[in-house]
Every structure is written in C-alpha cells, then in structure tokens.
T-cell receptor, first 115, second 115 residues
Framework: DADVTQTPRNRITKTGKRIMLECSQTKGHDRMYWYRQDPGLGLRLIYY???????NKGEISDGYSVSRQAQAKFSLSLESAIPNQTALYFCATSDRTSGSLDEQFFGPGTRLTVL | DQQVKQNSPSLSVQEGRISILNCDYTNSMFDYFLWYKKYPAEGPTFLISISSIKDKNEDGRFTVFLNKSAKHLSLHIVPSQPGDSAVYFCAASARYGGSQGNLIFGKGTKLSVKP
C-alpha cells in the first residue's frame, strides 16, 4: 500500500468551480506539503504544514487554501478554479525527527484540468 | 529569480555510458542538496543527497559531486541503464537560513538512455 495517497488522481472541472484535492499519509510524518508542477517549471511550493496547528504559505499560495484536518490528512482547495491552475499537483511529507530532515516523500499526483 | 537552475532540459545517453546531470544554485545559504527522480504518472522519488560539508556522496551507480565555490553540483550515473530514463530534479534547502528546510527545486532534466 502506498504511504502517501492522493485523491482524485485526475479531475476535469470548469472555471469558477470549487475543487478539493486530498492527501493522506500513513508514514506518521509531521510535515506535509502541496506542490504544483507545470511543464518546464519544475515543482513549486503552494502551502506547507509542520503540524496540525501550523500552516504556512509557500511560493505560489494565491488562489489556494489548505486544511490540515489531522496529522495524516492535508487537503488543498481551489475556491474558484481558473484555467491557469491546470497543472499536476503533488502532496509530500517529511519527518522532523528523521536524520534526513529534508527528504520528502511524494504522493502519485493529481492531474487537474480547468476548462 | 531562480535559485536552483538545471540548464539542460534534456539529455540523451547510450546504455552503459556515463550520464552527467548538472545543477547550479545562487543562494549561498543552501546547505543540503538532493536529487529526485520522476517517472511519468508517478510522484518524484528521492535518489541521493549531499550535505554542504561534503564534496562527494556515492550510492551504487549514483554519485553526487558538490563544488561550493562554484555553487554547482552534478549527478553521475555509471553505467547508465534504460530504466534510468526519467526526469531528474535537483533540490536545495537552507536548514538554518530561515526557510525551515523547505526544498527549492530546479526545473528538471529529462534523461533518455538508449539501448
């Protein structure tokens, strides 16, 4: 079973719709992240959370919001989707207590298309 | 401005030869560097890392070299195998520089290993 799961894996929606992408992890990690990947632009950080009560904006947080419902769950919302939010979205986790502090473990991704 | 640069979008190598992927960075506060590998339809997976106190780290066929004075690192794969064909991302973090260990990713290099 995958340690970091994302649902849905694919989603097509229309401009103006509210969308939620969900991430769950069984690794017991305290830190969780949301990234988006666009062709030719690499991975860019949207939001990150170091524990349930600690949520931080990343490089490109405008147009997004997040919720850390539990240590194992971190969801990303697009309140009113727009076409330039079409991208591949990844959730990741890391463990503060690990010797490899910076190593992050990624989910399989959600491909979102906004028409 | 990009803090982590992978200037070669793609690289093609013959099976059995060496693959060299390059990465440059601009932030002198970066003290930990990682390489991730990504296959289509999967999330990135951690490959190898290096701390700024070292100039080389080796793991099987994979070696990462760090030149701090040039702010340059490279990933060597020897010998290259067709299964190594993937997109490789360079990432960097500044553990003590205020970014709380968050990763900054390059845009990636697509490696193709020809049989």
């Amino acid at each position: 079973d995958a340690d970091v799961t994302q649902t849905p894996r694919n989603r097509i929606t229309k401009t103006g719709k509210r969308i939620m992408l969900e991430c769950s992890q069984t690794k017991g990690h305290d830190r969780m992240y949301w990234y988006r990947q666009d062709p030719g632009l690499g991975l860019r950080l949207i939001y990150y959370s170091f524990d349930v009560k600690d949520i931080n904006k990343g490089e490109i947080s405008d147009g997004y919001s997040v919720s850390r419902q539990a240590q194992a769950k971190f969801s990303l919302s697009l309140e009113s989707a727009i076409p330039n939010q079409t991208a591949l979205y990844f959730c990741a986790t890391s463990d503060r207590t690990s010797g490899s502090l910076d190593e992050q473990f990624f989910g399989p991704g959600t491909r979102l298309t906004v028409l | 401005d990009q803090q982590v640069k992978q200037n070669s979008p793609s690289l093609s190598v013959q099976e059995g030869r060496i693959s060299i992927l390059n990465c440059d960075y601009t932030n002198s506060m970066f003290d930990y560097f990682l390489w991730y590998k990504k296959y289509p339809a999967e999330g990135p997976t951690f490959l190898i890392s290096i701390s700024s106190i070292k100039d080389k780290n080796e793991d099987g066929r994979f070696t990462v070299f760090l030149n701090k004075s040039a702010k340059h690192l490279s990933l060597h794969i020897v010998p290259s195998q067709p299964g190594d064909s993937a997109v490789y991302f360079c990432a960097a973090s500044a553990r003590y520089g205020g970014s709380q260990g968050n990763l900054i990713f390059g845009k990636g290099t697509k490696l193709s290993v020809k049989p």
